[in-house]
């Protein structure tokens, strides 16, 4: 083939492949060697209290209560059941956040660019506080206001009808009725999303009268689900029976404030992420609909408001994951979330090696669960081509 | 004009060679079976369309594409990656690039110290051969300045100092003025043009033929990744009306270069 | 659009220009009408809360505790405790004295005037390594004369300041790692970088630090003490090397490739590149970013409280469990959250104007 003349190649140690090799097998036996030692460390460590690691435990009966919970935990359920009542107050006071904030936040952001001063200062005022106090100095803030600062039952706060704020937990009236009539509503609400979303994907493709049916169908459903409560529903107002109330509905103050800190927190990073959403909309678009006739509120609704959506919802989405994550500084006020669980559960079980593996599992899994969901909205933002 | 003929200087002997050199991109092949040599001291415009392989071509002869087939030696020693000769190959030969790429966070003159510094040459050493060649592209009244208050020549001259501080035996040019500013071409052509008299082994990319017909001991046609002409240049301009050469020449020419 | 059409007095003019924005339109007016009911109910009444029926001074409890205002006094009674936490009384001006330097060397790093001098980075090195040698000999003691102070007894703002800015400067160094790692050509290396970042990333603060608090006394060998400060420490350096060592990655993307292929043909090594001209360029592009976590990191050191340590924040709660103020926390919470509020709106008032700097010098 070739001729080199009288060249003599560099030895195999100088040559890249080798070096790579080199580099990647010394970082993996680096690692080992780091990692054996702690394991070995850990099982002497772990000999020495004749302490096994395995996962049997979390079928053992929990000898602890929880305090709350919706899925009707009791001290000797199995740790299992204990961790599942953990992951679903995660779950609830998370997604309970995140709809409270995202509200706050998108109210925040446009008030922020409103043309209005007053309502650009007082927004944001709220902004900057809100992002320079920690969230959990924020959270011990809304517990202590709570627990110290409002009335007993007896004496509760009534702002209006049938709402008692007390320190014991915030009080409200709900409507019963019978479980045919709930699964009714149930089902005329998802006629009515099914009815909205296919409004919203086949605008371009259907004429107005298209429209018009779709929205007699949803008027219908709302009617309906009015006539079910109406007929079926009967109001259960709570009252005051000895040292608590009894009847209607309660939320504990641990969740209150774990939901206050957490909407009132994140609303202001969220009001940022809408803020730079609407500056992102360039002005050439503004100016573009401004000369096609259409009024402010127009423009806004119908020009900037949907480019900025898809510019803000992935750091948005980043919020929400952040949300789900910062509920875990509710252990600091002992709302039974997957962090607290987990906290009880090693002082009452011990087994602190698997009970972080469990949590990290949990919270890995959720994270990777959000993150595959935005990725699944970027795809198919992408396949629309905008 | 002066300028050392490399067939009758006596020492001219095979400098650069590609015996057989072909690249692909995934399945597209950029370099089809490419022969070449390239004595010491000649200086060798390579022209063509846009994708003929002109940028690949010499981008090889530094190592910063890796090819399949055949070899390319510098100096009898092969460019290769993996027997791992590319930072010997790289000793030299200098480069200048189309986009400049300076180091925007250096002044013009860190700019030159930085590859001296790391080739340890002292400091001291590195400064003066640094001011030297600043001086040569008259460029030394910005030696402290940073690239973002240059002009776009302004750069392309420090890049072309910087990369003789290295004293290469070949310099490589990819298409150093086509980001310019019509009115800065001059300046930067004209210092090619000075170096070009020193002697140095030169490869060019490039679409300005008149600067080409004034230095070049030979010119290379390519096209689809082939070499179609490697003529001395009073050959390829008495040929222009010929073959794939008539279409470069009048796109060249609608250009007004 | 209101550029035309005002005609008139100045002063009509001028009440019309004020005026405008606050009721030109009808979303407009509401909003102002809303607003000013709002600042009208609260700001008489916090006034009122705040200063007129505040308690400024006092040496007994009992004044607070029947009084409708703040308790300002409470504030002034526990200051010391609130910043200094359980360091001992008498020695209080040792970690004064630290963190003032920690604070100095700050200023000093963040002065962008600096940046462009010659070895300006490995004087920055050296500097943060004697600041932290410095700032911790003077706060352990046991050396020149110094009563030895026990690290767990360092709290309050001291410990606050010094978890944050030395776990920055130390994730720093690890971020850099891990984002050439993430970039590396070298399979083993890029995937052991992505697992480790996305792991850190994808778990909260608290679980790093319960794991740090519980697993680090099993992990290494027994005998070997290591204490809580230290422990929440390294948890903070693990956690916020991933966020950092994200935002240099965009950096890294951010450079052209024409910027390698230069520094390669000039013949610098891998490293040389990397540490003289790509690394450099890229902490330009990503230091507002990095602000934004160092601001991140100075509030997320208030965690500590969770595994029982006593920060800023510990040491408030410790103040308003005092029996004898019993009752009185939004003063000290308030105190607390000024100092929060001070410091990171500070840093990121000094962020913006980097970036604009920045942006500036870009052009």
Not at chain 3, 278 to 303: C, G, H, M, Y
Request: with cysteine.
């Amino acid at each position: 083939m070739t001729t080199f003349g009288d060249y003599q190649a560099p030895p195999f140690w100088r040559r890249p492949f080798f070096r790579r090799s080199a580099a990647q097998i010394a970082v993996v036996v680096g690692l080992l060697a780091v990692l054996s030692f702690f394991i070995g460390n850990a099982s002497a460590n772990l000999a020495k209290t004749s302490t096994t690691l395995g996962f049997g435990f979390i079928w053992s009966r929990a000898s602890f209560e929880l305090g709350e919970g919706i899925t009707g935990f009791v001290a000797g359920d199995s740790v299992l059941a204990a961790f599942w009542a953990g992951i679903v107050n995660t779950l609830l006071v998370s997604l309970a956040s995140i709809v409270t904030a995202t509200v706050l936040g998108i109210a925040v952001g446009i008030l922020r660019l409103s043309s209005n001063p007053l309502s650009r200062l007082l927004s944001s005022g709220y902004i900057e506080l809100m992002r320079n106090i920690p969230l959990i100095l924020q959270m011990l803030f809304w517990y202590a206001v709570i627990t110290r600062s409002l009335p007993t039952p007896r004496k509760a706060l009534s702002p209006i009808e049938g709402l008692y704020l007390t320190n014991r937990g915030v009080y409200f009236s709900v409507i019963q009725m019978p479980p045919s009539a709930f699964w009714a509503l149930v089902a005329l609400s998802v006629l009515l999303l099914a009815t909205l979303a296919a409004r919203a994907t086949s605008r371009e493709r259907t004429g107005s009268l298209g429209r018009l049916g779709d929205f007699r169908l949803a008027g219908a459903a709302v009617v309906a689900m009015l006539a079910v409560v109406l007929t079926t529903g009967s109001v259960d107002v709570p009252e005051i029976a000895g040292l608590n109330f009894k009847g209607g509905a309660s939320i504990t103050p641990e969740f209150t404030a774990v939901f206050l800190g957490l909407s009132i927190f994140s609303a202001a990073f969220i009001a940022e992420n809408v803020r730079a959403g609407i500056l992102g909309v360039s002005a050439g678009q503004k100016e573009a609909a401004a000369s096609l006739g259409l009024r402010d509120g127009q423009t806004m609704r119908l020009v900037v408001l949907p480019q900025a959506l898809k510019i803000s919802v992935p750091p948005i989405a980043s919020q929400y994951l952040d949300i789900v994550k910062n509920s875990s500084l509710a252990v600091a006020i002992a709302y039974p979330e997957i962090m607290r669980v987990a906290t009880v559960v090693i002082s009452e079980v011990g087994r602190s090696i698997e009970v972080i593996a469990i949590i990290m599992a949990v919270y890995l899994s959720i994270s990777l669960a959000i993150s595959a969901l935005m990725n699944a909205y970027n795809k198919a933002n992408l396949a629309k081509g905008t | 004009m002066t300028r050392a003929d490399p067939s009758s200087d006596g020492k001219a002997k095979a400098f650069i060679r590609f015996q057989g050199v072909s690249k692909r991109f995934g399945s597209f092949k950029v370099l089809k079976d490419i022969h070449l040599t390239i004595q010491s001291g000649e200086r060798i415009i390579v022209f063509g369309p846009s994708g003929s392989g002109k940028s690949t071509l010499i981008r090889c002869v530094n190592g910063l594409e890796d090819y399949q087939d055949g070899v390319i030696t510098v100096g009898g020693v092969p460019v290769s990656r993996a027997l791992g000769t590319v930072p010997q190959i790289r000793r030299k030969v200098g480069m200048v690039f189309q986009h400049f790429n300076l180091f925007p966070h250096m002044t013009a003159l860190e700019n030159c110290m930085v590859g001296p510094v790391a080739r340890s040459v002292t400091e001291k050493e590195a400064r003066n051969r640094a001011l030297e060649f600043l001086s040569r592209v008259r460029m030394t009244d910005h030696a402290a300045k940073y690239p973002n208050e240059l002009s776009g020549g302004q750069q392309q001259r420090v890049a072309i100092a910087r990369a003789l501080c290295l004293q290469p035996q070949v310099m490589l040019f990819d298409e150093p003025t086509s980001a310019l500013d019509p009115e800065m071409v001059g300046e930067v052509l004209n210092v090619m043009n000075e170096l070009a008299d020193t002697g140095i082994t030169m490869i060019c990319v490039t679409h300005e033929m008149s600067f080409a017909r004034r230095i070049a001991d030979r010119m290379i046609f390519m096209e689809g990744g082939k070499i179609l002409y490697d003529e001395p240049p009073e050959v390829i301009f008495s040929r222009r009306g010929e073959g794939r050469l008539v279409e470069f020449f009048e796109h060249v020419a609608d250009r007004g270069l | 659009m209101s550029a035309g059409g005002d005609e008139g007095t100045d002063g009509r003019h001028r009440l019309r220009t004020v005026l405008r924005p606050l009721f030109g339109t009808p979303v407009n007016a509401a909003l102002t009408v809303v607003i000013l009911w709002l600042l009208v109910t609260a700001i008489p009444a916090l006034l009122r809360w705040g200063i007129a029926d505040a308690i400024w001074f006092t040496d007994d409890p009992k004044d607070c505790i029947q009084q409708e205002g703040a308790c300002w006094a409470f504030v002034g009674a526990k200051a010391r405790l609130i910043i200094f936490g359980r360091y001992p009384y008498d020695e209080h001006w040792r970690p004064l004295l630290a963190m003032i330097i920690v604070l100095a060397a700050l200023v000093l790093s963040a002065d962008w005037r600096q940046w462009r001098r010659r070895n300006w980075g490995r004087f920055l090195i050296g500097l943060w390594a004697v600041t932290i040698a410095a700032s911790s000999m003077l706060m352990a003691g046991g050396i020149a004369g110094l009563e030895s102070v026990e690290i767990d007894r360092w709290s309050g703002l001291p410990l606050t300041v010094m978890l944050s800015v030395f776990g920055i400067f130390l994730a720093l160094i690890l971020s850099v790692l891990l984002a050439l790692g993430r970039q590396s050509k070298l399979p083993v290396i890029r995937w052991l970088s992505i697992a480790y970042i996305e792991l850190i990333r994808g778990v909260p603060l608290i679980s790093i630090l319960f794991m740090a608090a519980l697993l680090l006394p099993i992990i290494l060998p027994s005998g070997f003490e290591i204490s809580k400060i230290l422990r929440a420490q390294a948890a903070f350096v693990m956690f916020f090397a991933a966020y950092m060592a994200e935002v240099l990655r965009g950096g890294l993307q951010a450079i052209p490739r024409g910027q390698y292929e230069a520094a390669e043909t000039i013949g610098l090594t891998y490293w040389e590149a990397t540490f003289k001209v790509i690394l450099p360029q890229v902490f330009r592009l990503s230091i507002p970013s990095l602000v934004n976590v160092f601001i991140a990191a100075f509030k997320d050191t208030s965690l500590v409280v969770i595994i029982s340590m006593h920060d800023l924040m510990g040491t408030t709660n410790a103040a308003i469990s005092d029996p004898a103020w019993s009752g009185i926390y939004i003063e000290a919470y308030a105190f607390t959250a000024m100092v929060y509020f001070i410091f990171c709106g500070g840093i990121s008032w000094y962020s913006q104007k980097l970036e604009r700097h920045l942006k500036v010098g870009r052009r």
